[in-house]
Nanobody
Framework: VQLQAYGGGLVQAGGSLRLSCAAS????????MGWFRQPPGKEREFVAH????????TYADSVKGRFFVSRDNAKNTVYLDMSSLKLDDTGVYYC????????????WGQGTQVTVSS
């Protein structure tokens, strides 16, 4: 599956931003879709993921209550709605896909930069 993430940008602390990730090349609805981020100078970290039909979502503790992951299988797109953004949310955000029961995400998008300013 090929993934294209977009929607990043510069936003003030406390603001909101929506990231999108468009997928192609495979039956999208069967895939678990994840969002990850890499803060400057740090390793990539998990943000959230959503099951194939959206029934199960999981979030990193650092974003719970502020970020919301959703998907539209008819549009082959997964979203990450981010609100109450903090400086620590700055980083490159990646979407990824994996087949259920696989341990690893096998497909990754190119990343989109999110910068939160004070």
């Amino acid at each position: 599956v090929q993934l294209q993430a977009y929607g990043g940008g510069l936003v003030q602390a406390g603001g909101s931003l929506r990231l999108s990730c468009a997928a192609s090349g495979r039956t999208f609805s069967t895939l678990i879709m994840g969002w990850f981020r890499q803060p400057p100078g740090k390793e990539r970290e998990f943000v959230a993921h959503i099951s194939g039909y959206g029934g199960i979502t999981t979030y990193a503790d650092s974003v719970k209550g502020r970020f919301f992951v959703s998907r539209d299988n008819a549009k082959n797109t997964v979203y990450l709605d981010m609100s109450s953004l903090k400086l620590d949310d700055t980083g490159v955000y990646y979407c990824a896909a994996k087949i259920p029961f696989n341990a690893e995400y096998g497909s990754w998008g190119q990343g989109t930069q999110v910068t939160v300013s004070s």
